[in-house]
C-alpha cells in the first residue's frame, strides 16, 4: 500500500494542480441537472439507458409520480440525490392555463392571492424532502393565459438552489431549504412589444457563473441584465438594455480563450463578459418575439427564435467582436458561419446532438441540419394530436425526447434520417422541459411530476 501511495501521491498532487479542489461542482455531470435544460442548457445526458416506452397513465415505466400543487411551467432541476421544483399556488383554486396553438395575446384574470414555493424531492422515491414559502401576495404583474406565475427554472450549483419569480422577486436557499437571501428587482412587465397594455409575465431562468446568479429581465421599459453575488444577494453589475420584451434565458460559453454571456432578445443577440457585464458583440436581425435560449458546441453558438416573419436560425462563430449584423442578402459574414430565415422556434430550444441541429417549431415541425454546413438533413412532422410543443427537446444515448402539450412524448431516433420511435402517454399536458439524470427522466406534467426508468 506504501509503495501505490508513493506513485498516487504525486499524480493526485497534479491532478489538483489543474483541476483545483474537488468540490460540490465536481460532481460526475450524469447525476447532475443543474439548470434549464441541464449542463450549459445543452439537454444532453448520455449513458442514462432510459426505457424507449412507457405510460404514466397505466405507471409502466414511472419509478414513482409526485403531485405538485399549484400551476408552473418550471423543469424541475437536480443536484446528486436532490430534485428541485417550484410552483405557484392560487388561493382561487381552480387555476388554470390555456394551452395549444392560438393567436390569443390575453392576460389571465387571476389575480387572486398566490403562494410562491420551492421544494426539495428525494430523486430516488419522489418524497419531499424540504419545502418553503418564498412569496405570498397578490401577483405584481399579469400572466399570459397560456403561461403561469412560476415559468422560471431554478438553478443550483450544489451549493444554493436559485429560484426566480419575476416580479416576486429572486430568493436564494442552501441545500437544506435555508434563505440565505432574497432581492426584489422590481416590477417587470413584460408583453407585447406592439401592444403595451398586454401583460404576460416573466420566463427568463437564472443561471449561475461561478459565484454569481446572473438574471436576463427584458421587459417594456428599463430592461437589464443583472449577476448578484451568490452568497449575499448583491449586485456585483447591472446593464441596461435598449430591448423589447423577451423571454429567454441566458447561456455561459466557457471559451478556450474568453467566456461569454449569450443573450437572444428582438433588438439583438449579445455576447457579454459574465464577469463585468461588458458588451462584446452584437447581432441583429432577430424576431420581435424571443423565447429559445442559446447553445454551443466548441466554437459555435446557435441562436433561434421562431416570431415571423422572420424566423431566424443563426450559427455563430464565439469570439466576435462588435457589430456583426449581416447586410441585406447575406447569410454569413467572418462571425455568423451560416443562418436561415423562416426556420427557427417559437417556445423550444434547438438541440446539438452528435454533430446535428435539431430545431422544434410550436406547430410539430422538427428540421435536422448539419452543424458545420447548414446543410438540412430532414423537415418531418411529428405525428401529434395537435396543441403543440412548448417544452424543449432533450437527448440521451442517441435518442431524442420531444414532450409535448398534448400529454404525449415522441422519442426520435438521432440522426440524419427521421425515425420516430415510440409515442409514449402520460394523460397530462407538458409545457416543461424534462430533465434527465441517474438513469431517470423526470417529467413535470400540469400536476404531477413522474420519474421515469428501467
Known sequence: MKVINRFLLPILALIMMIEGPISAQKQPVR????SFRGDHASGVADRQNLPDQWDGEKGTSVKWKTTIPGLAHSSPVLWGDQLFVTTAISSRGAASFKRGLYGDG????DTSEHTWKIYC???RTGKTVWERVAFQGAPREKRHIKATYANATPATDGRYVVAFFGSQGIYAY????????RKDLGRLNAGAYDLPEYEWGTASSPIIYRDLVIVQCDQQQGSFLTALNIKTGNTVWKTPREELPSWCTPTIYPGKSRTELVTNSPNFIRGYDPD???ELWRLGGSSKITAPT???TDDLIVVASGRRPEMPL????????GDITLKDGQTSNAAVVWSKQKVGSYMPTPLIYQGYLYVLRNQGIMSCYDLISGQEKYTE???HQGSGFSGSPVAADGKIYLPSEDGDVFVVKAGPKFELIATNHLGQALMATPAISGGMMFIRAEKDLFAIGR
Not at 447525476?31 to 443543474?34: A, E, T, V
Not at 390575453?106 to 384574470?109: G, V, W
Request: no cysteine.
Open 31 to 34: 447525476n447532475n441537472w443543474p
Open 106 to 109: 390575453d392576460a389571465s384574470d
Open 121 to 123: 424531492l428525494d430523486r
Open 174 to 181: 442552501d441545500m437544506k431549504g435555508a434563505l440565505v437571501w
Open 276 to 278: 463585468s457585464g461588458k
Open 294 to 296: 442559446p447553445v454551443f
Open 314 to 321: 443563426f450559427v455563430i462563430r464565439a469570439g466576435a467582436n
Open 381 to 383: 412532422r411529428i405525428p
